[in-house]
């Protein structure tokens, strides 16, 4: 058979190399979506990278297409600044793979009035199957800011990137710049996966949480940098099944996993992992925060795993009189706060409780468990203070356990 075919196909040889060709080019390329898909470009659409033209119209237009799409499609925006007022792109679309891969930067506009109130600046709402893959987005929140901190009347401003109602989200290698209010918030999705992200603005900026997850379950974050002047990442109710890794955080107020019990009707937050990550500089290091009111919620099973802390002043605290401004109920939180591990936790406080459980009087903390954990206060002794926390320490305790 074989002799028949090379006789018969004298330029066997050309055909076998061209038949190898194709099978690379097919299983060895990139990404399918570059390759088998289609493109909508901003550019081509209209917007002009030059930072002031309102570029709005172009980038819900390639929404528009890559949305519509029966097969995996990519939004694409080139290198430059295009400014972007509010926009929302919303789903459901009629494919579960698109990219919107991004070289440039968004620019929010610099006057806060323009999105003032609408609560988000960018939103992808009821999507499945989304990649937002590079860019920066550039809130430019400076200026509504300080008039946030001059005590004036102020809108409440925008949140950079908002996801809401969607599944199966990857952002990868994202900046966000000078968010008006949170950076990235995450809202009633399943399995969104973030990698690499940066987030970047002045540890005195009010209300920039750098990632806040709120009703979601599957929520993983990778790899990622914030710097703030709020937390760097907060967990609200109805949150399950976290894992965030490799995460460096300061400036800000560290990762929280609150505040919960504001409502007298919450879901909890349950299965939560923090591991290798790294504060510096930061308000707190790891905290669960909840009113002091009555409420349903809860929080379990939670692991923070190998911190590294660098003056931070409150490494390890749970605080269930939470309380930013005066005036608040201070009844027992209804909150219970349950199975809580704490591993391999070290580095230095700056204040002298480096270790804080301050728990509900009527449903006392359970279940927390302190593995190796060394804190130290300069060169004189760290203290943890405990009320109503209960739970064993092992390995290394120091400061000595309140437990
Ligand atoms: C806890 O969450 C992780 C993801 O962070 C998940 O893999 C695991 O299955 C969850 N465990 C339970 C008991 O749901």
Redesign the pocket.
Known sequence: MAGLFFNACPNYRAVVVLALSIFMLLSGSPSPATADSAQYDVVSLGAKADGKTDSSKAFLSAWASACGSTSAATMYVPQGRFLVRSASFDGPCKNSAITVRIDGTLVAPSDYNVNGDSGYWIVLRHVTGVSVIGGTLDGQGTGLWACKLSGKSCPSGATSLEISNSQNILVSELSSLNSQMFHMVINGCQNVKMQGVMVSASGTSPNTDGIHISAST?V?ILNSKIGTGDDCVSIGPGS????IENVACGPGHGISIGSLGKDQQEDGVQ?V?VKTVTFTGTQNGVRIKSWARPSNGFAR?ILFQHAIMNNVQNPIIIDQNYCPDSGCSTKDSGVRVSDVTYQDIHGTSATEVAVKFDCSSKYPCTGITMQDVKLTYGDQVATASCANAGGTASGTEQPSSCL
């Not at 399950?240 to 894992?243: H, V």
């Open positions: 599957g993983t399950n099944n976290l894992w299965n992992t099973n």
